[in-house]
């Protein structure tokens, strides 16, 4: 199966201090989308952004930035001068090859923001 | 614009018993997913509608989980009987063809005892 890879489990910091989410994927496809979700502690997912593989431009949305690097597979997320309502998981995921609108996740990454 | 609805967003039964769980998915779009999500195993998609035709469901964990989507804006996933494996927060989400992007309901956090 072609997987999406958060390598980091659990990633603390200080509030105020930037940080950056990494999410690996594997693909076989010349075009494909990928997506991030943030899951607060109140559990809802909440969309951030989808990406195309044909666009490669980085995307900034006020603290939030992505970074899309076809080369090596990867769209990381960084959080500018973070907050304590950051505190989330966050969660990258792909559309999948095999089954068209099925998303293929990541394992998440969850953030604490320390006031 | 109204979200995903789903409903009821807490479900306490008994192992044995029927649950049914409920999503209203946002007005206008084609796709559905049911998804489950437990600390063990993560988020796991169960099944997915296209126009109200169930398309894959290759993720219901066996015979006791069914789904149906009567029409666009109501779907429900049951359970009969339940176990108290099946203690998890229940996703419902909807999409547009278009841009893949899936929108997710508040979840029902089933606990079965």
């Known amino acids: 199966a072609q997987k999406v890879t958060q390598a980091q489990t659990e990633i603390s910091v200080v509030e105020k201090e930037d940080v950056t989410l990494d999410c690996v994927y594997e693909?076989?496809?010349?075009?494909?989308?990928l997506f991030w979700y943030k899951q607060p502690p109140s559990g809802e997912l909440v969309f951030l952004i989808r990406r195309n593989s044909f666009d490669e431009q980085n995307e900034i949305s006020g603290r939030y930035s992505w970074n899309f690097q076809k080369s090596t597979s990867s769209f990381n997320f960084t959080i500018t001068a973070s907050q304590v309502v950051d505190s989330a998981v966050y969660f990258c995921a792909r559309k999948g090859l095999d089954s068209n609108y099925q998303l293929i996740w990541g394992a998440g990454t969850k953030l604490i923001i320390k006031p | 614009d109204a979200g995903v609805i789903q409903s009821p967003r807490h479900e306490v039964t008994e192992m044995g018993q029927e649950v049914t769980l409920r999503c209203k998915p946002i007005s206008g779009h084609d796709y559905l997913f049911w998804y489950r999500q437990t600390m063990m195993r993560g988020l796991e998609l169960l099944i997915y509608?296209?126009?109200?035709?169930?398309?894959?469901d290759s993720g219901m964990p066996e015979d006791r989980f069914s789904a149906k989507m009567p029409n666009a804006s109501f779907s429900t996933l049951k359970i009969q009987p339940s176990e108290p494996r099946d203690s998890a927060v229940y996703f419902c989400?909807?999409?547009?063809?278009?841009?893949?992007?899936?929108?997710f309901g508040p979840g029902t956090r089933l606990t079965v005892t």
């Open positions: 509608f296209n126009n109200n035709v169930p398309i894959d």
């Open positions: 989400a909807s999409s547009l063809e278009a841009t893949y992007e899936q929108y």
């Open positions: 693909t076989r496809d010349t075009t494909y989308y």
